[in-house]
């Protein structure tokens, strides 16, 4: 009975759910700010160094501390950085832009201001296309901004220790328009973006560290009534929470509405151990931060030099990149997407396929497919077993060159798939050229018909019993049952020549042997 309950309520609340989406039909409305560490040596308006996990609170000065009568200077690095991503997203770069100081009264911030943009954003107007099997649309970003990060609070029970390394380290925000309509295009558009810093160069996007961060503006309405009272969700450190956080908080609004509630404007934190976002603070306005222009910093005006500086550092971005292999490779999505996912990969894979292409018979739509193969499969296994991505393929310290050779020696019928593989792994161990892996170990593919057929004569001897099954398993019309029988032969001819017999060759003279034995058609 009690279990009947249960289910009864479970239904319930299923029930309720479905009504308020498909029948109230709430839109949603959703904006991210992301937050996102600059590869600079120092930080973005002092000499210090800005480094991850270094001893807390010894890469700072005066100026990141903000002691009096200090004065912050500009790191033109952090600048033509911030300005390639804003490019790489379409955004307009004005001429002129300048630094407002945020009233920002916190432990975590020493001089109880941030130096940010408010009015002048050095990026303005741009977009991202996010793509997966169902989504396919731009994000409209409405500003790039470079500012300084607070320090970090560490909360062990009682007390909290800050740590001042990460205040003052050069923080791009990207801040989109409220196009988002779910948590899983919230969930694509922070994986795009971090590939495409990534790809840049810009920032390592290590949510983990906290090198890319995000908060979530989302608010619902009853159809066709625009905007809701906004609530953000702070401080999400994973796409997957960023996904999981704003479809809890669209039902928890949803609810609110159904049951004549108003929303309240709110900042609210994810709960990674309860699944569910909780109070943090009401909202504040821009104007509680009380934003002036910083007296401190002059104008930066973007010229001609500065612009080329950035022109010159974009790169082809992940999603061109991924159309390109599909339409140039001819490989299917999910292979284009998986070699695009790094930068190094993905350069790795058409090195691989240029070098390959090189005294090949294989048209480049081959060469692309079977290097794809090789790099998906085994390279990747390679790298899985040294606790590593494939962002760090260069750790195998294997040449473009020696898995193209190794790719051609197969196609050409030199070297078995088996043996292949064996010469990989022996490569990389030996760190010598394929060829001489082979030749070392014997590992040679025989094409002789007359070595083969010794060794198939060999097989029959001891396999005499199989050979009869095979007729009968012929006889009777069962051909899976034959070519069942006549894949196990094949493999002992195989063994019989240490793997080195070409398997084409050897399964056409097994095919003949078994026509002259059983004066039935072969298998």
């Known amino acids: 009975m009690a279990i009947h309950i249960i ?34 040596k120092t930080k973005v308006f002092c000499g210090c160094r800005a480094a991850f996990g270094d001893e807390p609170n010894t890469n700072i000065c005066p100026v990141c501390m903000g002691y009096p009568g200090v004065l912050p200077a500009l790191n033109i690095d952090a600048m033509r950085m911030a300005c390639t991503v804003a490019r790489a997203l379409h955004c307009r770069i004005p001429e002129q832009t300048w630094f407002d100081r945020k009233q920002y009264f ?15 954003p050095l990026g303005q107007e741009g977009w991202l296309e996010i793509e997966n099997k169902t989504i396919s649309k731009k994000i ?57 810093v990534r790809y840049l160069g810009v920032s390592d996007g290590n949510m983990e560290e906290g090198s890319l961060r995000a908060d979530a503006n989302i608010s619902i309405n009853v159809q066709g009534k625009g905007l809701g009272n906004k609530v953000e969700i702070k401080n999400l450190n994973s796409s997957r929470f960023v996904r999981l956080g704003l479809d809890y908080e669209r039902t928890r ?103 390959a292409l090189t005294g090949n018979a294989m048209t480049k739509n081959e060469t692309a497919q079977k290097a794809a193969n090789w790099l998906l499969s085994d390279i990747k296994h390679l790298l899985a077993c040294r606790n590593t991505g494939v962002e760090n393929i260069a750790a195998l310290k294997l040449k473009p060159q020696r898995l193209a050779t190794i790719i051609t020696l ?64 012929l006889a009777n019309g069962n051909s899976k049952r034959a070519a069942t029988l006549c894949a196990y032969l094949t493999g002992k001819i195989l063994a019989a020549t240490q793997g080195r017999a070409n398997p084409e060759i050897a399964g056409k003279l097994l095919n003949e042997k078994i026509a002259g034995i059983n004066g039935s058609h072969a298998v």
């Not at 319930?12 to 600079?40: Q, S």
């Not at 991924?322 to 999505?333: D, H, M, P, S, T």
């Open 410 to 473: 197969v196609a050409q019928g030199l070297v078995s798939i088996k043996n292949a593989k064996q010469t990989l792994a022996a490569v990389i161990a030996e760190d010598k050229n394929p060829e001489d892996v082979i030749k070392e170990h014997g590992w040679e593919q025989i094409s002789d018909s007359k070595i083969i057929g010794a060794a198939l004569d060999k097989v029959y001897a001891g396999e005499e019993k199989t050979f009869c099954e095979v007729k009968e398993a």
């Open 106 to 120: 916190y432990p975590d911030m020493p001089k109880n201001y941030q130096i940010s943009q408010f009015t002048s």
């Open 253 to 355: 609004q949803a609810e609110i509405l159904d049951s004549g509630g108003i929303i309240t404007q709110e900042t609210r934190l994810w709960n990674e151990n309860r699944d569910r976002t909780e109070i943090m603070r009401t909202k504040e306005n821009a104007n509680d931060y009380r934003y002036f222009p910083e007296p401190d910093l002059p104008l930066f005006s973007a010229d001609d030099a500065f612009l080329k500086s950035v022109e010159t550092a974009l790169v082809e971005l992940p999603s061109n990149r991924i159309k390109r292999f599909k339409a140039e490779y001819q490989l299917n999505g999910e292979q284009a997407a998986a070699l695009c996912e790094e930068r190094p990969f993905a350069d790795y894979f058409e090195a691989v396929v240029c070098a």
């Open 140 to 196: 409209r970003i409405r500003e790039c901004h470079l500012e300084e990060d607070a320090g970090k609070m560490i909360h062990t029970g009682t007390v909290s220790l800050i740590d001042y390394n990460r205040a003052g380290i050069a923080l791009l925000e990207i801040v989109t328009e409220p196009d988002i309509n779910c948590g899983e295009e919230a969930e694509i558009f922070i994986q795009q973006l971090r590939r495409t």
């Open 7 to 40: 289910i009864l309520m479970n239904l319930h609340l299923v029930v309720k759910r479905l009504f308020l989406y498909y029948i109230i039909m709430y839109d949603t409305f959703i904006g991210l700010e992301v937050h996102v560490h600059l590869l600079t």
